[in-house]
């Protein structure tokens, strides 16, 4: 039987409790915490594999965050995978909206399909056996066909507190659900391993657009309703599509598990069947730093060293260094976490309560809980290297033929060091090319623009100086990333 799947990545997540490498404005599933492929590259490729004789996979659908917008595209370019469609979600409203959207694009817009089965994965999982996850896949996809949802379930090695289950009936390759579980304390959490009917849930969902979309309207008519009036109101440009802001923002804030799929099993009048298919493949959701721990190599004494580190007389240690040597001596159960501009050190079992860290910096306004000192733009990435009264230092990188916005400040003068590459300077009324060693002066209040008319990265060093160096301190008047003021 010839069947269309499109793959749908929910890529909206902020990864708190993976800080300070993970950031609110570069979460982790776009960072490559496992293999050469960030998490979310890893998470499109996966899906994108499931074609066969049978099975057309469309490009996929990506559901994610307005603030990585550029991110995305950026990750899918370097993949030279194509999206069918990126949605935007002005701000985050859980993932029962979030796979929503996906399920309205597939209806209406996706073209050449008739209710087409959704693949759904989070973005932010690594799986480290690929053909097993395909086959069990393709299982669930078969099982998907007659109408049924269907998830993907782990079966747990350890007594995991941090993860919701699933209660199954049955074994074999398809099994009913019975029920699903809330996070468990530890003793719970030991006794389920224990009667062996127990899986994790792995937030993997396999089933028709039609069938979700029904199946919100009987269980949260609100979200549903909620969420037409958004897409209703949608726009596309540049490749994104945005649903109705003012709409989306009405929409009511809830889980995929806690709109439908707990409450399908515990009402047999439903009309909606809930199958399991088991995933032994490797998985994890690396969702705290103890996951990073478990899934990465170790030395002989369980430890776990990342960039330039260094560990002695330690056990069941994980250390990871960014941008300098980190060196520890007598640790045992520990997470050390070096970041340019932040370090993290933990009990490795408490790694969860990381994302406490993070509610205090943002008490406190603090930018290290949103921003690296590293700071990704759409045209390339500037870096803080240094900073005091009245001035500022920035390491700046544009992409080749990619242009900053033409902009103006209010406060500040600057001066440009071209390190590398080529620039084409427009100052006031005039355009200059500068090359490597040297440089120019941007006079406080004077209309300016920088771009990389060459074929290789085009590195400046910037050196700012004034009475306030904000980076909202920005007047734009022209930008190809629609960033206009």
Known sequence: MNQTLLPVVMAGGSGTRLWPLSRALYPKQFLALSGDETLFQQAVRRLTSLADAGTQVAGPCIVGNEEHRFLTLDQLREMKVSASAVLLEPTGRNTAPALTLAALYARDDLEGAQDPILVVTPADQTVTDAAAFTAALREAVQAASDGSIVILGIRPDRPETGFGYIRTRGDGQVQPVAAFVEKPDAETAQRYITEGCYYWNSGMFV???????????????????????????????????????????????????????????????????????????????????????????????????????????????????????????????????????????????????????????????????????????????????????????????????????????????????????????????????????????????????????????????????????????????????????
């Open 207 to 485: 089933l028709r657009a039609s069938v979700w979309l029904k199946a919100l309207a009987q269980f949260r008519p609100d979200i549903a309703e909620a969420t037409d009036a958004a897409w209703a109101q949608r726009k596309a440009d540049n490749g994104f599509i945005r649903p109705g802001k003012a709409e989306f923002a009405a929409i009511p804030s809830e889980s995929v598990d806690y709109a439908v799929m707990e409450r399908c099993p515990a009402d047999p009048k439903c009309g909606f069947t809930v199958k399991m298919v088991p995933l032994e493949a490797g998985w994890s959701d690396l969702g705290a730093w103890e996951a990073v721990w478990q899934v990465s190599e170790k030395d002989a004494n369980g430890n776990v060293a990342q960039g330039d580190a260094v560990i002695e007389s330690s056990r069941n240690t994980l250390v990871h260094a960014t941008s300098r040597l980190v060196s520890a001596v007598g640790l045992d159960n520990v997470v050390v976490v070096e970041t340019p501009d932040a370090v993290l050190v933990a009990d490795r079992s408490r790694s969860q309560e990381v994302k406490k860290i993070v509610a205090k910096l943002e008490q406190r306004e603090r930018s290290e809980g949103t921003l690296h000192r590293l700071v990704h733009r759409p045209w390339g990435w500037y870096d803080s290297i240094d900073a005091g009264p009245r001035f500022q230092v920035k390491r700046i990188m544009v992409k080749p033929k990619a242009t900053l916005s033409l902009q103006m400040h209010h406060h500040r003068a600057e001066h440009w060091i071209v390190v590398s590459g080529t620039a084409e300077v427009t100052c006031g009324e005039k355009k200059i090319l500068l090359t490597e060693n040297q440089s120019t002066y941007i006079p406080l209040g004077e209309v300016h623009r920088l771009a990389n008319p060459g074929t290789i990265p085009l590195e400046i060093i910037e050196v700012q100086s004034g009475s306030y160096l904000g980076e909202d301190d920005i007047v734009r008047f022209q930008d190809t990333y629609g960033r206009v003021s």
